[in-house]
């Protein structure tokens, strides 16, 4: 007998990852939370989110809808341009020849990824202007000068000769005395000249923006009705120095043709679309060039949102488990019903517990289902393992990723002393002027705290916002049903007279009521909180 039983394998056999899997297969699982109504549009759009929120998935799925609609989708993984050395070795090369690098690297895979939309597409095979314009813009990408000393030297050569001869000749005959004289003269020159030029130096890439942007806009002419949409993903693995420059290329070349719309997933916190260069702005203005208002982490909250979220997790693990019994014979997946809760979970209460441990993120609830399915075995998964599977997957791989970030595990320790141990909470309010604290930014970033909501402000005082944050379930699962366990989400009252808990839906009349649950920064960057952490 196999040690986990069929859904449990199954739970294991899910790939965590949108790119391990197959194009259909994507559009397949994709389970929309609400996105797609806004991401599926014309506009230039970042897509905000952290890791594992689905950011590939949404654009892997949106390439599929416009490809189904006669549009060509052109995909391109960042991680996959350029070379390690050109791109964070700052030594290598001037910022200016790494952004260059990059560039054409990316428009490289550009024109292939044209290439192949030309082999799919018998009537873009027949189409010879568009290959021909495809030509053109291979042409202007692979511009190369020389950089370096010049040597220019000039030889010359110049020949003269002259001869000049005289005879005279008298014979005497019997017809009588003969005289013949002869005079010869032979002159010749010749010049030969010879200019020879030497360049000392390295080849340096020269990419003209107006010849590419003229390109891209004369192939954009030739596609007709079709629209070209450029995915372009993993935005935040190019170095923040070289971001910019990619994107002021993006700013000149791209988003003014007409034909082209892009959308780019990238990780808040560590995105750097706008800097300035020897007193100029260079880049992509948010709100203007590109819309910014995509955050796939406000989509899944689940405090106040209890039942959305219940909706999209079912589903995403009802497509996942269909997809692998579809794609293996005689699959026993099959015969489940589409309720995978009964199925696979001792109760409501369980899966209910797995979606709140995810705390949004898709792919934290894919790895904890695993390690749950994992220690289940041939039995269903029940709340105890859930705690359990939450506990390692936090221990494990979140805050490993915080490993080196000393101040960041500190700030975190800080926290959850302050909101948890001494008031009983879950939840707490950050204001909005220490909301882009660095140490605040990497622990949401590494998924130990989670924004709820944004912009909260109290009546009294609408000047002033704050933040809803919530620390991870994995940071307290183990005080769960014991004495120390969090009351409730938000603290309400002051600190000498506590009025109880709220929800995060619940608004609060008075600043006064919501001072027990603003969290100071600041406290924790003088004396005594460092000495406290």
């Known amino acids: 007998m196999s040690a986990l039983s069929p859904l449990n394998r199954a739970y294991n056999q899910i790939p965590k990852r949108a790119e391990k899997q197959e194009g259909p297969q994507l559009h397949e699982t994709f389970v929309d939370s609400g996105v797609v109504d806004v991401i599926n549009t014309v506009d230039h759009q970042v897509i905000y989110g952290r890791r594992g929120t689905g950011k590939t998935h949404a654009l892997s799925y949106l390439g599929s809808e416009a490809t189904g609609n006669g549009d060509l989708a052109l995909y391109i993984d960042l991680r996959t341009i350029g070379s390690a050395n050109g791109l964070f070795d700052p030594q290598s090369a001037p910022i200016t020849e ?119 806009r004369d192939l954009g002419n030739t596609l007709s009705s079709k629209r070209v949409w450029l995915l372009l993903d993993e ?101 489940i019903s589409g309720n995978i809760v009964s199925a696979g979970f001792t109760d409501k209460r369980a899966f209910d517990e797995l979606v709140r441990a995810a705390e949004g993120v898709p792919r934290d609830a894919l790895y904890i289902a695993a390690k749950a399915a994992m220690k289940a075995g041939q039995g269903k998964i029940s709340v105890p393992l859930i705690r359990d599977s939450t506990r390692s997957w936090y221990h494990g791989d979140k805050m490993t990723g915080l490993a080196s970030l000393t101040q960041a595990r500190q700030l975190l320790e800080w926290i959850i002393a302050e909101v948890i141990r001494g008031k009983r909470a879950r939840a707490f309010l950050v204001n909005s002027a220490d909301a882009r604290d660095e140490l605040l930014l990497a622990l949401f970033d590494a998924r130990v705290l989670h924004i709820l909501r944004r912009g909260y402000s109290a009546q009294d005082k609408p000047g002033e916002r704050f933040d809803i944050w919530g620390i991870d379930y994995g940071a307290y699962v183990d005080l769960v049903q014991t004495q120390s366990a969090p009351l409730g989400a938000l603290p309400v009252g002051n600190e000498d007279t506590p009025e109880g808990y709220v929800d995060v839906d619940v608004p609060m009349q008075d600043h006064r009521a919501i001072r027990r649950a603003v969290l100071d920064l600041q406290l924790f960057y003088t004396p005594e909180g460092q000495q406290d952490s």
């Open 98 to 216: 790494r952004a260059a690098r990059l560039l054409v690297d990316l428009l490289g895979q550009l024109h292939e990824s044209l290439l192949n939309a030309v082999l799919e597409d018998s009537a873009l095979i027949e189409d010879g202007l568009f290959v021909e314009k495809a030509d053109q813009l291979l042409m202007a990408i692979t511009s190369v000068r020389v950089l370096g000393e010049v040597e220019q030297t000039a030889e010359a050569e110049s020949k003269t000769g002259s001869k000049v001869g005289a005879s005279a000749e008298a014979t005497l005959s019997a017809q009588g005395p003969r005289i013949s004289s002869r005079l010869s003269a032979d002159e010749s020159s010749e010049d030969r000249g010879m200019q020879r030029e030497t360049r000392k130096g390295t080849e340096q890439i020269s990419l003209n923006f107006s010849d590419v942007a003229k390109s891209l």
């Open 235 to 335: 935005w935040s693995s190019v170095p923040r120095d070289l971001q910019p420059y990619l994107a002021q290329f993006l700013t000149r070349c791209v988003l003014p043709v007409q034909k082209f719309t892009v959308k780019i997933a990238a990780i808040e916190q560590q995105s750097n679309f706008r800097t300035q260069v020897d007193g100029n702005t260079i880049g992509i203005e948010l709100g203007a060039d590109m819309g910014a208002h995509v955050n796939l982490d406000d989509f899944l909250v689940y405090e106040g949102n209890e039942e959305r979220a219940r909706s999209f997790f079912q589903g995403l693990f009802a497509k996942h488990l269909q997809s692998l019994a579809t794609t293996t014979p005689n699959s026993p997946l099959t015969q």
